[in-house]
């Protein structure tokens, strides 16, 4: 069930997409998908109108159209928004808003829970009620938590006007607080104690100036004892309290200093080194949480009725479906993820990273600058995980051929091994053990960077800045290449992915992009003119985003180098199991260079104590249409959609603004 967070993510992510997109038309392809008005009446008031902003109220994805309306839809339980996206299961989409320029937004919903409606969007500000047959939309939506109004005195105001109701309860009302559900009430309630001192001095030594300085901070997280009611798969529960999950203790020095190397004030060499931990606010293995909560399995639809002819409570292989994936799914457990001690306390053993600086500042002429930084960032204490339930023997290597087209990196057609695939015996036995990378060998992240920049303010009140910036990180997970059931948690501060596989080579564990990669200009230019006129602009000139790929291999191709079928199928009689996996190491080719202008004329009045302000805004005035971002995923022979744009950059646009100081 999408809850806040959710909801907002999925918010402003169209955001970028829908928004001053006019709607051509509206399908419905469930009759009670806007129930309980028809369909064609919600088509004729969404037909012609824009799309002026998309928002999130409470759990809900509101569209602002042009005119005062809003479309509201919920997700529910299965809901999917999708722009763009390949390989869509027609079967599951329930409706679709098309767009004049071609393009449509399509709600896939399996389970048939979510609901669209068209109404006043004040209503949905003042409060008015909008409840509705089969329209999850509840009378009287309350407080927005991420609204200014959401306050400690807020929250203690409502919890006295209301002082039998449970915590739990009062999070979960949405007449009370929007948004709230109950896997994040849940995780509201957990408990954690933060504590942190930081101590500073400052020495000057005739022409050298340094900052010395210390910071000590110590976070303990635990959980209450938790009930949970029986399910249909679990009877009812009792967890444990839980402490020290995590208990951090950190003490980060931090070292600076400035010397002015003639002793003139116009030339400053300066230097940094510093440690730093990330900022801890929840609670780690907690027992209610660290259920299995689903699992999965192969299908093979033989007879084409589009219902899974097998037991689906039984936890292997019969009928037409594989066995599970996990098999704790189902059954009170330790978890199937815990951290031993050395991932969940101790002094300086929380991941961190070392920052590190060298700048040299000199003063050309007056109010004219010049700055020239290396930058040096690394981190260390990452955590692995382990599945102890297998060892390296119950994995078998394997191979796949990448597809032979000449936009792959040397053409493609090329051997990728480096995989490993469980087998049947071990499948579904999980035991994740989260640990320090360092009882398996050693991960690395190192970024270097370089900046040179020039800053001049003229006569006149004119400025003008330039810089170009050159970077790349390093990243190393190669000890692990033996090891398939050790997964590295992070890479580049990204959390691994569980749905696309990665080949254990060189070529995809050791990633050193090239340093054109990360190398950008920007000019800034601000020009005052007669009458208080003022011009601005701003170039830059940025990498473009990275080529890669993944494929959907199938139990067939993968048997060749396996020597028998995908450890998921589980003995299936027939088995219709793939795997995704990456043909493309993420360093190897690059879409073009961005490079964008954007200029600005405004102008200044007074009348009395009211100054205005006038704005005119010409945004990418070459028309650039980047990529910016396209679909990865190469299906078949031929790459399918592979490498259409799904966002590219938006093009030459015009604004009007003002702006009153009063």
Known sequence: MPELPEVETIARQLRELVVDRTISDFESRWVRLTEPEP???????????????VRRRGKFVVFDLDGGDALVISL?????????????????????????????????????????AVVDAAALETRKDLRRPKMPLHSSLGQEPLARGFTPAWLRALVRRRPRAAIKVLLLDQRAIAGIGNIYAIEALWRSRDIAAYAQD?????????NLGVRFDNFNGYAPETSMPAGPWVPAREFPRTKNAP?????????????????????????????????????????????????????????????PDCDLRSSGANGECGGWSDLTFGQIRAGSTHRVADALGGYNRQDYNWQAAVQVQRELRPNVALNAGYFRTWYGNFL????????????????????????????????????????????????HVVTQHTHYGMQHEVYNGVDLGIEARLSGGARLQAGVGMGRTMTDTCDFNSLPQVLPTNIGEAAISTTVVTPRTDDFCHISRPWTSATGLKLVAIYPLPWDFQFSALYFDKPGI?????RAYTNAEIRQSLGRDLGQCRGAATCNASVVIGVTPDASVFEQRLRQMDIRFSRGFRLGKTRIRGNGDLYNLFNASNVLNMTTRYSGTTGGQWLRPLQILGGRMFKFSAQFDF
């Open 39 to 53: 369909a064609e009446v919600v088509a004729a008031r969404l037909r012609g109108r824009r799309i002026s902003s």
């Open 76 to 116: 529910r339980m299965t809901g999917k928004l999708l722009y763009g996206v390949e390989d869509v299961d027609e079967r599951y989409v329930r409706g679709q808003i098309l767009f004049s320029d071609g393009t449509a937004l399509r709600f896939s919903d399996t389970r048939k829970f979510g609901r669209m």
């Open 202 to 210: 400052q020495w000057t030594i005739r022409q050298l100036t340094l």
């Open 247 to 307: 208990n951090w203790t950190n003490l980060n020095p931090r070292f600076g200093g400035a010397y002015d190397l003639f002793g003139n004030g116009k030339t400053a060499v300066k230097a940094s080194l510093g440690r730093y931990t990330p900022y801890a606010i929840a609670a780690v293995d907690i027992p209610a949480n660290n259920q299995a909560t689903s699992t999965t399995r192969t299908w093979n639809d033989a007879n084409g009725n589009y219902v």
């Open 384 to 431: 692995v995980t382990d599945n102890q339930a297998t060892a390296v023997s119950d994995f078998d290597p394997f191979c796949v051929t990448a597809p032979t087209d000449q936009r792959l990196p040397g053409g493609g057609g090329n051997r990728i091994c480096g995989l490993y695939d469980i087998k049947p015996a071990a499948f579904g036995r999980v035991d």
């Open 546 to 550: 990275p080529i890669v790929a993944s």
